[in-house]
């Protein structure tokens, strides 16, 4: 591991656990189906968008040994990889729809079939924003796992100038988790319908989230 992945790893994943430890309050709706997910171990896809990515390690009850993000084969995901590693996350399946998207799905497939859960960020890694690709749909519709669409917002915050207005969590705010209702994907269903209903649940949500009164 270079020096620089190193500290920025260790400085990234070090603020999500203190943001999370001085959270004031984490309000979760609608979290029926994935908490019987995660009681009863079964495996799932874990769907959100690629700016709220920072907080749904915290949401689900998934031990997060048992939860897999796919993430991209960039420099920047190298920096995630490490990221996620201090989370707890001890696996990860590198790749995207830009660079590595067979490779990747051939890996996420075969975590779903051990029984783990796949992370996903549909509009990832660059875009456009809220605009879902189809590697969720698919990983569902191959093994038969469902798709658990999720969203938060958090009280106080860092919204980046990036692409995608990538969400920051601040110390001593108030967190709402908000899971979709959950999508089951047929191996015959029309994959283009399933992507569309993904990216409609999500982005509903997501509006649920961003007009949350704390």
């Known amino acids: 591991m270079g020096f620089t992945e190193a500290i920025v790893s260790t400085l990234v994943s070090g603020w999500l656990k203190l943001a999370w430890s001085t959270a004031m309050d984490a309000t979760r709706i609608n979290a029926d189906d994935i908490d019987r997910l995660a009681a ?24 997060h040994c048992d939860v897999v993000p796919v993430v991209s084969a960039s420099k920047d995901g190298e920096y995630i990889t490490r990221t996620v590693a201090k989370l707890g996350h001890i696996h990860a399946v590198r790749g995207s729809s830009s660079r590595g998207g ?26 456009p924003v809220y605009k879902a690709k189809d590697g969720a749909v698919v990983m569902a519709a191959i093994t038969g ?21 990538f969400i920051v969590p601040l110390l001593c705010a108030r967190h709402v988790f908000i899971f979709g209702n959950t999508i089951h994907v047929d191996r015959d269903d029309d994959i283009q319908i399933k992507r569309q209903e993904l990216e409609d649940e999500l982005n509903r949500i997501t509006i649920q989230a961003d007009n949350w009164e704390f």
């Open 102 to 127: 067979k490779s990747a799905l051939k890996g996420a497939v075969e975590q779903l079939r051990k029984g783990r859960v796949m992370a996903v960020t549909p509009d990832g890694p660059l875009g």
């Open 145 to 165: 796992v469902p798709i658990v669409p999720f969203a938060y917002n958090c009280s106080r915050k860092k919204v980046m100038k990036s692409w995608d207005r």
């Open 40 to 63: 009863e171990g079964k495996p799932y896809v874990y769907a959100f968008w690629h700016n709220r990515i920072l907080m749904g390690p915290f949401a689900t009850r998934t031990p």
